[in-house]
């Protein structure tokens, strides 16, 4: 994509120099490649912010054009019932659904005709048909996606014993709570159980938002803990003495499928182990050039991944941002460092079977609740805001709780008692976030993060120039292909 707008903008600036015949001694025609290298740098990072913050400020899916524009498709909710309607799960192999149908209930990640996906599919079923599934996530001011939700969790209903949907939802102003009650009434072959908080009728709790509170007002990561350790409880004492259950937590607000049929496959082939999902969005400000696992901020590679250059020179960059800039925190360093991205981008693209990392999320993931209950394991809701030595500062809640818990199994029970000590994550458990969906604030409250980073530009600024020096001997080279036959030729016709 980089060298194709280098070629592009490249052709358009020798027209330009072919129409304006700058006249001999000028700087354009002494220096015509140096000049388009810095004109097209400048036209690149202008359509890269306006690409960056526009898709936050307004989601469309024009923010993934031109690159994603031909290739992007995420599958929504409400095709996942219709490509189940003849699904046998009993009869095994391709559960009497077409190809079309896998691709839809796996967001094209799992193939029929692959007898390695039917097998590990197969025996994830078997694992479910004994075993329950609670769905638990958190809602606030989502109540048009709840829907979404429904259609999600009774996508997976036929194939798992039993299946729960827990809830916590808190200071809604759009009816979402009445929306969940209303879904919970209604449900049929399941549960749904909307969390209340003691002391507090229907969880108005007067917390400002996730995204937009400040240090006094509780950090977005500290807050989310708080709440996910409630829903944890709540989840824990629902399922106590009924069996065996997989916990999946997930984001309501994507309203995306999920991939029942990535849910499965996990369970064929790590059915003992926490493992997250391999939700991917088109990176910010690559102008679709870049699909790549959403959740930047709960990444954390394996250390025998190979990545470890990337994540020091990503430490030190985080380390500093938040030490030159009050307006930082962790999070939004990793989601917008280039050595983060290339990072996670490395992981996304090399591994293409299920492989250990040290913390994911990427919009769901998979735990064994029994892990779960014994190691006792919770989310930090200790504050690490302003933690500029340690370059940890808001630090994302799904990595301390998947070191955690990682810790605590390795302490508590081992592998040899069935579950495995490490996080793991499936490429093959995949789904596409919506453009017009994106994950994280988006609008006016888009608006306040922005105005909060921008207070102190300096990181992005250090950033813009990082990505330039990356490519400017793309375009160097680029420029030298393109204007070097004209440079000769206007030599010689001087020389005559």
């Known amino acids: 994509a980089e060298l194709i707008a280098w070629l592009v903008l490249g052709l358009c600036y020798r027209t330009f120099l072919g129409a304006m015949h700058p006249r001999p001694g000028t700087l354009l025609a002494k220096r015509p490649v140096a000049i388009g290298c810095v004109l097209v740098q400048v036209v690149l990072v202008i359509a890269q912010l306006i690409n960056g913050w526009g898709h936050l400020a ?5 923010w993934i054009f031109p690159f994603g524009t031909p290739f992007y498709r995420c599958v929504e909710p409400h095709e996942l019932a219709p490509a189940l309607a003849k699904a046998c799960p009993s009869e095994g192999g391709a559960m009497c659904l077409s190809a079309a149908d896998w691709d839809t209930l796996s967001d094209r990640a799992l193939s029929p005709d692959s007898p390695s996906d039917v097998l590990e599919v197969s025996r994830g079923i078997a694992v479910a048909a004994k075993r329950g599934l609670v769905i638990a996530g958190l809602a606030r001011n989502t109540a048009e996606h709840v829907p979404a939700w429904q259609q999600n969790a009774e996508a997976v209903l ?26 919970s ?99 910010a400000m690559t102008l679709g ?16 991944s190979g990545s470890g250059p990337l994540v020091a020179l990503h430490e030190a960059f985080c380390s500093h941002a938040l030490r030159i800039a009050s307006g ?16 996670v981008l490395a992981n ?9 990392v040290r913390s994911a999320y990427n919009g769901a993931f998979l735990y064994p609740l029994e892990q779960i209950r014994i190691t006792g394991a919770r989310y930090s809701t200790a504050s690490t805001w302003g933690s500029a030595e ?20 390795a302490a508590a029970i081992g592998v040899d008692q069935g579950f495995a000590p490490g996080i793991y994550l499936n490429p093959q458990w995949s789904f596409h976030v919506s453009p017009e969906r994106p994950p994280g604030p988006t609008g006016p409250e888009w608006k306040q993060v922005a105005k909060r980073i921008g207070a102190n530009p300096f990181p992005f600024i250090e950033l813009v120039l990082v990505g330039a020096l990356i490519r400017l001997p793309i375009g160097y080279v680029t420029f030298r292909l393109l204007l070097g036959r004209e440079r000769a030729h206007a030599k010689g016709a001087k020389a005559l």
């Not at 307004?58 to 024009?62: E, I, L, Q, T």
């Not at 809604?172 to 009445?178: A, L, P």
């Not at 007002?217 to 350790?229: F, S, V, W």
């Not at 340690?390 to 199994?409: C, R, V």
């Open 328 to 343: 930082w925190d962790r999070a939004t360093c990793d989601t917008s460092s280039a050595f983060h991205i290339a990072t």
């Open 289 to 304: 050039s870049i699909d790549n696992y959403y959740d930047l901020s709960a990444f954390i590679p394996s250390d025998e």
């Open 158 to 183: 036929p194939f798992f014993n039993s299946l729960m949907v827990i809830v916590f939802e808190n200071d809604s102003k759009d009816g979402t709570r009445e929306t969940l009650k209303a879904w």
């Open 348 to 356: 996304h693209r090399w591994y293409k079977r299920i492989y250990r």
């Open 58 to 62: 307004a989601p469309s899916f024009g």
């Open 185 to 283: 009434k209604n449900a049929e072959g399941y549960a749904v159980h909307v969390v209340e908080c003691e002391g507090s009728p229907d969880c108005k709790l007067g917390h400002g938002r996730w995204y937009t509170a400040g240090p006094q007002g509780g950090r977005k990561q500290t807050q989310l803990a708080h709440y996910r350790n409630l829903l944890l409880e709540a989840v824990l004492a629902r399922t106590k003495g009924k069996g065996d259950f997989h916990m999946l937590v997930m984001d309501v607000d994507l309203a995306v499928s999920v991939s029942p049929l990535g849910i499965v496959h996990t369970l064929g082939v790590r059915p003992n182990a926490p493992v997250a999902a391999a939700g991917r969005f088109i990176t």
């Open 390 to 409: 340690s370059g940890d500062g808001d630090l994302n809640e799904h990595i301390k709780f998947n070191m955690g818990l990682q810790n605590a199994t």
